[in-house]
C-alpha cells in the first residue's frame, strides 16, 4: 500500500520560509517522477515542482524559480520542498504526488500524470 504523509506546513510572515517534508512508504521513490502540487481556495491544483533521479534539472513553475528547491533523500525515501521568501499568494494546500512514468516530470506537469497522492499540508502567508 502507497502512502505519501506530508508534514511541514504551517504560518508565516511574507519573506519567510518553510520546509515541507513528504515521507514514502510502498514504492521508493528514486524509481519514481515526484512532485509538489499546491491548491488555493478556489483554484485548480497546480503544479509546483517535480524531480526525477533520470533528468538533470527539476521542474518549477515560474512564480517560484529561485525561490523554491524541490529535493529528495533516497535513504529515508523522502521528498522535501524549502521554500524561502514566501509571498502571501503561496498560501495553499501543498500535495506530494508520485508517477512511476518519467514522463510525468516534463512540462506540463499536470495532476492527471499522477497516481499517489498525500493528504496536503496547509501553508499560509501573511503580508
Known amino acids: 500500500q502507497v502512502q505519501l504523509v506530508e508534514s511541514g506546513g504551517g504560518s508565516v510572515q511574507a519573506g519567510g520560509s518553510l520546509r515541507l517534508s513528504c515521507a514514502a512508504s510502498?514504492?521508493?521513490?528514486?524509481?519514481?517522477?515526484m512532485a509538489w502540487f499546491r491548491q488555493a481556495p478556489g483554484e485548480e491544483r497546480e503544479g509546483v515542482a517535480a524531480?526525477?533521479?533520470?533528468?538533470?534539472?527539476?521542474y518549477y513553475t515560474d512564480s517560484v524559480k529561485g525561490r523554491f528547491t524541490i529535493s529528495q533523500d533516497d535513504d529515508k525515501n523522502t521528498l522535501y520542498l524549502q521554500m524561502n521568501s514566501l509571498k502571501p499568494e503561496d498560501t495553499a494546500k501543498y500535495y506530494c504526488a508520485a508517477s512511476p512514468d518519467l514522463t510525468a516530470c516534463f512540462v506540463p506537469v499536470v495532476v492527471e500524470e499522477y497516481n499517489y497522492w498525500g493528504q496536503g499540508t496547509q501553508v499560509t502567508v501573511s503580508s
Open positions: 524531480i526525477y533521479r533520470g533528468i538533470s534539472s527539476p
Open positions: 510502498g514504492i521508493t521513490i528514486r524509481s519514481y517522477c
